[in-house]
């Protein structure tokens, strides 16, 4: 594949980028900036080695899909992306989205895939339309759900760093992909923010349902029930989901939410208190650790963070992917152990849930 | 127009067609049911006086709309009810329905209304995709929302005898509403179950924006934050809407959730609790009265229950329907006057939505 992310290189703008490049940089050809045509992307985003940067789609022939490699707040293509968009439909190459703008619902861009026979895949498209039943739900599997004070904070990397860390340490645990690119890293999931929001609560379960033979599910957190914009899709997925434990994630040094930089955000104890109370609305739940995005700051500065807000919390805390996600996996287990799902031994405690 | 029920007489399922004879009768030639047909509406439902229930769409041949008049849960239109909507689209009548399955999107229907030449009208279409701005909240304008601990439990009628009674009370107020039962009575509103999660804030903080120059706005609320389903509709609508004051709704005597039997309603204690704690996530809001919904129990029984609730919460609690909404009126005006909203002169307090 071929990742665009033309003229949009910031981490949070370009995380859809940057999360390929950390978790499928096998499958990257290249990144296609013409502003850092040239260089490579270890230069420009910190991960993906060597792989180049170019100005031109025909420097990688051997490419046959075009991502698109940015997640704006609104979530619409850069209109000056159709030529690009255009001359890989052109190339046949698939061309695949994860923005709430529809690539079929384009009429140029359909008409140029049919007229090539090229793909167009949109990420976010889903015929959602079931409501949650609460039947079935498997009592043994726990459901861990990363959440965060903000939109934009690191909820996927921690999800996808925790659940393997968890099956390095011998557990069976699968990530659970719930956004664009958490689904491109994952090759499943459903894109919540993208559901009707009668039916959000039926997706999150049908996620639940789909995933509850492994031991452990991670589910990849949404938004912010502090978010001026997201609530809505945080909490149908946090009372879909029903997790027996939370993440808390949060990008250090951010004042202000993601997008509305005049609104300043909650404290961390206050983000702790409301998330396990809306949580327990629908099942018992507590967080039990924390995770610092600490991109941009010295290891000194984030190891500092993490000690702070442990201490300020009463939680573990690490920056999963610069110290790895053990403390969490460790928190994960110790919460597996006392609620009983370790065993196959059926658990004394019990609730309405199954 | 004609209101099809038929075979769906009980309250909850038939609040659509109970809404619109109670608050549009003039409009109503007759309610299609074939159980029923004979009877008066008075006799069936309880309202619509000697509005006749009909068996064959002949027998209103004046009508030129028909109104699904059903909200059943999934929100699907009865598969039985197929020959209904073909005759009145056969009889040229627009045929106007707010369920989820759209009249548009079903191909027999659509073929007939282009033959001859009906209008088919989703009230839950919608194009909805910005998301909330923050900008241009009219600090004087007093927004009012009505919460449940339920789905079903009367927010829509609360909503529209307290806009009511405000104004006869010499406030100028509108209802503002959110479902599709509440737009048919109001002529006008956003059916936000149906938005695309994403976007649900925005449109609710767009319905705001179009009403408030209105000195009171009464929001209405949809779902509610305890119910599995729809707890992400209630959250997006809450945090869009922000209110000032909160009317607390509920069924006398229901103890599960609406469609969802076999799990136990939360306390009131506990629905005022969380609903004030997730409001003033956004905006300092409180409860500030109690809708009692008594259909079906005696008067001495719903003014037992009102004054149990009032005490219990510390709130004025009335059954808006049967004793009016003049408790409920005075809370609102008390809280405007609180607020330093009743008055044209720039009120000290202030924050930072304006």
Known sequence: MVIVTDGHRDTDTAKTAICLLRYCADEVVAVFDRQSAGKTCREVFGVGGAIPLIGSLAEAPEADTL???IAPPGGRIPPHWRPIILEAIARRMSVVSGLHDFLR????????????GARLVDLRDNDERDVARREGIRRR????????????CGKMVCGVELARGLGRAGVDAAFVA????GILVAGAGCPVDRVIADFLGGAAEKLVLANQHHDVIVVEGQGSLFHPRYSC???????????????????MGRR???GMENIPLPSLEKVVEFYESAARVMHPCRVVGAAVNGDGFSDAAVAAECDRVASRLGLPACDPLRHGPDKLVEAVVRLRRELGKESRVRPRRTNIYG
Chains 1, 2 share one sequence.
């Open 256 to 258: 202000t939410f993601f």
């Open 233 to 251: 899709v945080a909490l149908g997925l946090l009372h879909g989901v029903m997790p027996d434990g939370l993440v808390l994630c949060y990008t």
């Open 178 to 181: 719930t956004g664009q690119t």
């Open 67 to 69: 991502v698109v490699g």
């Open 141 to 152: 599997c726990l459901r861990i759900h990363t959440i965060g004070n903000d939109c934009c």
């Open 105 to 116: 619902d384009d009429a140029e861009y359909l008409r140029a895939a049919e007229r090539h």
